[in-house]
């Protein structure tokens, strides 16, 4: 970015850098200068500066075709972001784990699929779920990818699925809302039929308490 630009110049060229990244990261197959500049309602040339500004930081990168995509600077910063998303959801998590009797996750969106970013167990059961740290999943299948998509939707959920990740496994899950470019759910797992009302309103509670703490 120029920095060499009034304060005014500068945030205005922040704010468009910053929304030529969402755009980015939205558009499944990239996007062309031409409709980036179209989006954002300014020039292709200032699209360009913006571009080569982002590129030299990692942020952009330019396929074969031409097309604007994510680069690698983005996944750096959010596996940076990763452990402190975690770190704010455990009292959460340990409080549902505890409640629910059944392990507590926060899944968060990453690749367009669903990853396991902190696992809880409960610490009184006999017999839980032992679900892994960094396990993927489609969003389509199974209650937290399920509870993300509710999400987008503007539904609260709580979403409710039965042996679609892992046979004999039951949970439940609510989307995670209000916290700004993040995706994520926070749900149970358990061996045994779960009383959705019950761990319903408990899963809604910790994603309310996860929302706070993120936000």
Not at 57 to 67: E, N, Q, S, T, V
Request: glycine share 14%; no cysteine.
């Amino acid at each position: 970015m120029d920095t060499s630009a009034r304060p005014g110049e500068t945030a205005q060229t922040l704010d468009r850098g910053l929304r030529l990244l969402h755009l980015v990261a939205d558009a499944a197959g990239g996007l062309t200068v031409t409709e980036a500049a179209n989006r954002l309602g300014v020039g292709r040339a200032a699209v360009y500066r913006l571009v080569g500004a982002l590129s030299a930081h990692g942020m952009l990168r330019r396929d074969a075709g031409g097309r604007l995509r994510l680069g690698a600077g983005v996944l750096h910063l959010a596996r940076r972001a990763q452990p402190l998303l975690a770190e704010g959801a455990l009292p959460a998590l340990r409080r549902l784990a505890e409640q629910a009797g059944a392990t507590a996750h926060l899944t968060v969106v990453e690749g367009g699929e669903g990853v396991a970013l902190a696992v809880v167990e409960p610490s009184w059961t006999s017999f839980h779920v032992a679900y892994r740290t960094g396990a993927r999943h489609p969003l389509e299948r199974g209650a937290a990818g399920r509870a993300i998509l509710a999400g987008r939707a503007g539904r609260p959920g709580p979403v409710a699925t039965s042996g679609e990740l892992q046979a004999g496994a039951y949970g439940v899950a609510a989307p995670v809302l209000g916290v700004p470019g993040l995706e994520a759910s926070v749900g149970v797992v358990a061996l045994a039929p779960l009383d959705a009302e019950v761990v319903g309103g408990q899963v809604l509670a910790a994603a309310t308490a996860i929302a706070e703490a993120l936000g």
